[in-house]
């Protein structure tokens, strides 16, 4: 979850008053001017985000692709690398399918525009208006110290995912 505020003084009271909840924040972050640069903040960065997503499509896709490309060479019995011998064209085959996964995993990631990268758009033009911003995450299972945030007065709240 993310809080704009539009005063630093409020920014560093709510946060210290933040830093001292039992228990203890994971994660609570003051972004802006003076403060930590938002590029930094990995929670914060769409290109991260479409990193991971792109690591995750492959766990899947590549494996697919190597048995879809082994599949494909068996079942049409092209001749495409018959100079290599029957068993390596079929891996051959296998690996160029594999290569597909791989590369599909970067197109698969790419196209998904999540509404999280929405919000956090909306966060970098808050910053860029002059405003604060208090990247606030609780461990699990820990129940958000909402009237401790409401002390500090944000301008807004902006919920990431499930924080």
Not at 89 to 115: C, D, R, T, Y
Request: proline share 4%; net charge neutral.
């Amino acid at each position: 979850m993310v809080l704009v505020l539009d005063n630093r003084e409020r920014l560093k009271q709510l946060r210290d008053k933040l830093a001292n909840v039992q228990p203890p924040m994971a994660s609570l972050v003051a972004i802006g001017k003076d403060e930590t640069p938002l590029a930094e903040v990995v929670r914060l960065d769409p290109a991260a985000a479409r990193k991971a997503r792109q690591r995750s499509m492959a766990r899947w896709l590549i494996p697919f692709g190597f048995m879809a490309g082994l599949t494909f060479t068996y079942i049409t019995d092209l001749d495409t690398f018959a100079y290599f011998g029957e068993w390596s064209q079929h891996l051959i085959g296998a690996l160029l399918g594999l290569g597909s996964g791989w590369m599909g995993s970067f197109a698969a990631a790419a196209s998904v525009n999540s509404e999280e990268d929405d919000r956090i758009r909306s966060l970098r033009n808050r910053l860029e208006e002059g405003n604060w911003l208090l990247l606030v995450e609780t461990l699990d299972g820990v129940e958000m110290p909402w009237t401790t945030l409401q002390q500090g007065r944000p301008k807004a709240v902006v919920r990431l995912g499930e924080s």
